[in-house]
């Protein structure tokens, strides 16, 4: 059940992230003047509005797969035949995801940093140590729960378990008691 209420939480604060950052993309590009300028230029520097492109392909690629985890995780606590199958369909694409997001974290760092109107940003090694250091943090903290969730979900015990499980959800498809595994 740990596993289901890290997916119903983690759905539902990816589905908050995601809208929140929408929110502000499409806010920054709406607004005129100097503040609409430095909204801008702390999202993509000027000469990179490719980068823009790939932000807003990521920013809805998270929040289909935040809908996903959350259902993941109600599938799961209802105990539901397809919770390992849901969860698999998540975790694979969350791990490219979650990995082009921290390349995308230290390329966009690099390219602010190195923006003719970057003041106060570090610059040269300073720069690429932050850049690296924050696209490996942002690729462990976007990889630790679809690895996990692969790993638990291949084990013996818990696809022997949620392999008895009906079809609907609560309760198991051949009658026997469910078994648990609490201590």
């Given amino acids: 059940m740990v596993l289901a209420v890290l997916g ?91 990995a082009a997001g921290g390349l995308m974290q230290g390329v966009i760092m690099v390219m602010q940093g190195s923006s003719p109107s970057a003041t106060g940003m570090p610059t040269g090694g300073v720069l690429y140590a932050m850049a690296i250091g924050a696209g490996l943090l942002t690729v462990l903290w976007n990889l630790w729960l679809p690895v996990f969730a692969l790993i638990w979900l291949r084990r013996p015990a818990v696809r022997a378990e949620m392999s008895a499980w009906a079809p609907c959800g609560r309760g198991v498809a051949h009658g026997a008691p469910m078994e648990t595994h609490e201590r």
């Avoid at 939480?9 to 100097?34: H, K, N």
């Avoid at 702390?42 to 990521?58: E, G």
């Avoid at 959350?70 to 199958?85: E, I, K, P, S, Y």
């Fill in 8 to 98: 119903i939480v983690f759905g539902i604060l990816g589905l908050c992230c995601t809208v929140l950052s929408g929110i502000f993309m499409a806010f920054a590009t709406a607004v005129e003047g100097p503040l609409g300028e430095m909204l801008r230029s702390s999202m993509v520097p000027d000469h990179a509005t490719w980068l823009t492109a790939w932000s807003v392909a990521l920013l809805l690629l998270e929040l289909v797969l935040s809908i996903l985890l959350l259902v993941a995780g109600v599938l799961l606590m209802r105990r539901h035949r397809r919770a390992r199958t849901t969860w698999i369909v998540w975790a694979v694409p969350r791990i490219i995801v979650g």
